[in-house]
């Protein structure tokens, strides 16, 4: 008899804090577009996350819908993959109490995300921002995930997923799978344009420091343009050039061409030249996504239905786990 291999699970989420940066896509989003093939993916527009940090009601309605479309936009098939908003599925928030339960205040006290956060956030370091660890835990473990598709920035609640997994199984049996993390073979870590020490974010105050996958033509290659570089001239790959090693790790990710062939490229050309190239070649990148975006955007109806799918696909994948963790806890399930 033919033996059937299931494919591993895959589970990985975005916030929607504001349209997603070019960092978020040539870090994560083109991988979980190409992770659909080889494996049973589950990808969340994590919403309850983002209230951690205080936002604006009507702008966090559009930038769901806005995150969702693009996901699709980018290539994520919602028949063949699960693609969901986390508050669409009850459960997650209710594993999160569970697992909160299970889960030691000094484990959550040595989170950097949290000290780094409620540095930033004096006025509102709220008990979201500090369970915050756990949520994503209840996110990973409802779908019994083998892999999770991790930045640097997120290993520290990865382990601690894995800590509160093993934590319940070793008490109630084998509940949850003990997730991995998943570091792709080509994972683009993007930088600010305006200070390549630090990461582009989506949330950067400063317009200039990141590129919205959503930004037009003129203002790709304008932000481009006053990219923070160095005194020297020659494109290089070398240590102390942050800037310039940024824009060739993203000329290098839109176009695939190796640094080699970039450093040859721009040889005895200046920093302007290569920086209009850097603008060029993204705008290219983007403009098909842009495309289809703007189909999507349209078509409300389809983009509804996409999303109903999701969470009845999310929720049938996660009621199996939940009902079993309330069994092993005592509760009584009806
Ligand atoms: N600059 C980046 N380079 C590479 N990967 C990145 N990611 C984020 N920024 C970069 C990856 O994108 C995925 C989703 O990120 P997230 O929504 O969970 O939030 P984040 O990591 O906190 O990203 P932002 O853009 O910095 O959001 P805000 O400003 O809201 O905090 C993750 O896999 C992340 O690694």
Request: a neutral charge.
């Amino acid at each position: 008899m033919e033996e059937v291999i299931s494919k591993k699970r895959i589970f990985s989420g975005i916030q929607p804090t504001n349209t997603p940066t070019l960092g978020n896509y040539l870090g994560a989003l083109i991988n979980w577009v190409k992770l659909q093939d080889d494996y049973e993916c589950t990808y969340s527009i994590v919403d309850l996350h983002s209230i951690t940090v205080r936002q604006d009601p009507a702008k966090l309605k559009k930038q769901i819908l806005e995150s969702y479309s693009l996901l699709l936009a980018m290539g994520v098939d919602p028949e063949k993959s699960t693609a969901f908003v986390q508050s669409h599925n009850c459960q997650h928030a209710e594993l999160a109490w569970i697992l909160s339960c299970y889960t030691q205040f000094g484990e959550l006290s040595r989170m950097t995300q949290f000290k780094d956060k409620s540095a930033k956030h004096p006025e509102n370091i709220n008990a979201g921002l500090f369970t915050y660890p756990v949520l994503m835990a209840a996110d990973i473990l409802l779908y019994q995930a083998d892999l999770v598709p991790v930045g640097q920035d997120q290993k520290q609640h990865l382990e601690l997923s894995r800590d509160i997994a093993v934590r319940f199984n070793n008490i109630y049996g084998d509940v949850f799978k003990v997730p991995d993390p998943y570091i792709p073979k080509t994972a683009a870590k993007i930088a600010s344009l305006q200070d390549p020490t630090k990461k582009m974010s989506k949330s950067d105050e400063n317009p200039n420091a990141s590129i919205s996958v959503l930004d037009d033509r003129d203002t790709i290659i304008r932000k481009f343009k006053r990219a923070v570089t160095d005194s020297d001239t020659v494109v290089k790959y070398a240590e102390g050039k942050d800037g310039i090693n940024n824009l060739m790790s993203i000329y290098s990710a839109v176009t695939g061409k190796t640094y080699e062939e970039i450093e040859k490229e721009f040889d005895g050309k200046g920093y302007g030249d290569f920086k209009l190239a850097v603008g060029e070649a993204t705008a290219d990148r983007l403009a098909p996504i842009q495309a289809e975006y703007a189909r999507l955007a349209a078509d409300k109806k389809y983009i509804e239905e996409c999303m109903k799918l999701g969470a009845e696909k999310a929720f049938k994948t996660t009621r199996k786990t939940l009902q079993k963790v309330y069994k092993k806890v005592g509760f009584i399930v009806i």
